[in-house]
């Protein structure tokens, strides 16, 4: 058990962060699964009572502006996927460096919120039955329960992504539009075609060109650059900019986000071991030393895979 | 054919607008296409070279920003959905009205842009193989050609989407970024869970129910006004607010653009010749009486269908 000392939410508390050791992380290795889900130590993390607070705070967002009402049937399904969808550390790495950067929480809790929706959408679109692509192997825990049916489960996609951008826009109280519309930019070209998708797109062939799950460290990095790294990067930069970071802060963080991102991406499909994963945590490490005026223990857990 | 004088572009100069006589008209009479599809008379409107002009203005903008690039099996078949799917007359009413209020033709450029990229993306997914889909009787001319295979389609649709709100949020010159916060609120409430997604899940609910297309007036007016009405109206919205219109000139247009894209729904259903359709007709004049002291015979042409 390591213990740190953070000062979020502006009280100095000390937290306990579990510390898995390698062993009990032997069951990731060459375990590829293929969805944006959450590995063990990710899990641990955001059931520690901190970390699980920044999550509910950003479900409470949403849910402040998502209400379920008639019909039933379209609102039930998009409910179901944004709250049923595995989380992943990219939000709460946005509010992280909100607060790193001297912002308060509130101040990035919508970019934080538009960025656990946008997963949400992806994570539906993956598991989408499409008449091209093989019928899935039964694998009950990672597999999408399709309790809906795929013409829901697309018009819910659908519907999730205006809704993360119209929830940010709606952020502004005429302060901070310019910031926002940056925050759009980023997040836009995240998951946009030079990001998420170019990944899935290397995903579905590298998975296709052999049979199987791709294994060529090469492309794997290119995919985990692009889909963890380049979220996780989104994430850092979205809190930076709206808790009023420095542009150097900012790029420190775009950084240090690209190499949480990669690291877990590595871990996910089985390089948790390897000299890449070990590289990317001492070029974060690096990222961090700008802030060494600040308190950056808390953020810096962020590499505890 | 009907002579008008319009001030566009700041060029004063004359334009014809084809008039379709009901008889001409007569070979729309209960068809009812399910795409969001031109109707032969918004075709022909198209094509006459001053709306024609508007449409390529659209489209080099957004060619401006899109540029195919590697890897080419990511980016060809987005820029394909963009540029194949049918034209509707939501974009150039975007422009028309901020013309109308006063503003440039640029102003607006880039909502207009994000409403044809919104409505490609929608035209995509409407056309996506699923497996719960019936598969599609041969259409020739209404079916989209399934040229990439339906995971390319979804990850394509997937990419326009940010794709429109990233340019839409690019075109802040740090002048107008509330306004633009504005339209995006506009633009996601149209194409979202109470807008399209709606009349989108009333349609398929609709069309299975009684095993083919829904007739019920009541349910077709309801599935129109959410998808023609809402987004012609969010069109007409986005081009008043970005051409600096007043409350009360925007007001104005967002029930002119529903009752301009109610008639094409209920034309395009087959009711063209319907006691709604002319209500409808009327009511838009109305609106427009309130413009009196402007010019109005060239946003009055979206009411010739």
């Not at 955001?46 to 999550?55: E, I, K, L, T, V």
């Not at 049916?149 to 302060?175: H, N, Q, W």
């Not at 945590?281 to 953020?299: P, S, Y």
Request: proline share 5%.
């Amino acid at each position: 058990m390591a213990t740190i000392t953070s000062n979020f939410t502006n009280v100095k508390s000390t937290v306990h962060f579990p510390c898995i050791s390698n062993q009990h992380r032997s069951h990731l290795h060459l375990k590829k699964p293929t969805t944006v889900r959450m590995s063990m130590t990710q899990q641990t993390r955001n059931s520690h009572p901190y970390w699980a607070s920044m999550q509910a705070d950003i479900e409470a967002h949403i849910k402040q502006f998502f209400t379920i009402k008639e019909p039933l049937e379209v609102f039930e399904p998009i409910h179901h996927f944004i709250f049923s969808a595995p989380k992943t550390t990219v939000p709460t790495l946005c509010l992280a460096a909100c607060e790193l950067v001297g912002g308060e929480r509130h101040q990035a809790i919508s970019a934080a919120s538009a960025l656990l929706l946008m997963e949400a959408a992806t994570y539906t679109h993956e598991h989408l039955p499409l008449t091209d692509k093989p019928k899935p192997k039964p694998k009950p825990e990672s597999e999408m329960k399709h309790v809906y049916g795929p013409s829901m489960e697309l018009l819910s996609f659908e519907a999730i992504v205006p809704f993360g951008f119209e929830l940010l826009a709606r952020s502004d109280y005429g302060e901070n539009s310019e910031k926002i519309l940056r925050v759009m930019i980023e997040i836009s070209r995240a998951v946009g075609s030079e990001g998420v998708i170019d990944a899935q797109y290397r995903k579905t062939m590298g998975s296709r060109s052999d049979g199987e799950e791709m294994r060529h460290v090469e492309e794997m990095r290119r995919v985990v650059e692009k889909y963890e790294g380049g979220l996780h990067s989104c994430g850092a930069v979205c809190g930076g900019v709206l808790g009023g970071g420095s542009e150097e802060e900012i790029e420190r963080l775009r950084k240090f986000g690209l190499y949480v991102g990669m690291i877990q991406g590595m871990v996910k499909r089985g390089f948790n071991e390897s000299k890449e994963v070990d590289e990317a945590r001492d070029l974060a490490i690096q990222e961090l030393e700008f802030f060494k005026d600040k308190e950056v223990d808390a953020i810096k857990t962020f590499l505890n895979i």
